[in-house]
């Protein structure tokens, strides 16, 4: 199966207040990979979770993220990669004051399918915003059908 984009295209979601461009859906790549675009803005992120379907792989494209993987956390400029495998805790969070840029690689494909279902559609030229609380309530609900654990944070 072959698939191509070109860079304009793709379609874009907002997702608690974080830009995600899907490159490359399950649809496209019959199960394989996803392949997405994130950027994600001053203070952007998400709490720490394990994705239990899927290994991630991401590196940094523009801008610095903060990676935290299996407790170890690590702080990636632009052509930075760090892997977790799936089962893992982790998050990332942008800790600068500009945006940053980022693809994510899910291996197999899956969680694209959340991204769609617990984000919004955004045009490409519009703007994430923050989220509502029923938005984020609608992702956390969403989250257990793709293998998502977001656990409780510790007292």
Do not use: C
């Not at 496209?28 to 992120?45: D, H, L, N, R």
């Not at 940094?60 to 993987?69: D, H, N, R, Y």
């Not at 955004?122 to 293998?147: F, H, K, N, V």
């Amino acid at each position: 199966m072959t698939y191509s984009l070109d860079h304009r295209s793709g379609q874009h979601i907002d997702l608690l207040g974080d830009r995600y461009r899907l490159l490359a859906t399950g649809d496209q790549t019959g199960g394989s990979i996803a392949v997405v675009e994130v950027t994600v803005g001053p203070g952007g992120g998400v709490p720490p979770h394990v994705d239990n379907n899927e290994a991630i792989g991401w590196y940094v494209l523009e801008g610095s993220l903060v990676f935290m993987v299996e407790g170890e956390e690590r702080t990636l400029d632009a052509g930075g990669w760090i892997y977790s495998p799936k089962g893992v805790l982790h998050t990332f969070r942008n800790a600068s004051g500009k945006s940053a840029r980022a693809l994510l690689l899910a291996l197999p494909a899956g969680l694209d399918g959340f991204f769609r279902e617990a984000g919004r559609a955004l045009g490409p030229e519009d703007d994430p915003r923050p989220p509502t609380e029923s938005e984020i309530a609608a992702a956390m609900a969403a989250a257990p059908l793709y293998g998502l654990d977001f656990p409780a944070p510790s007292p």
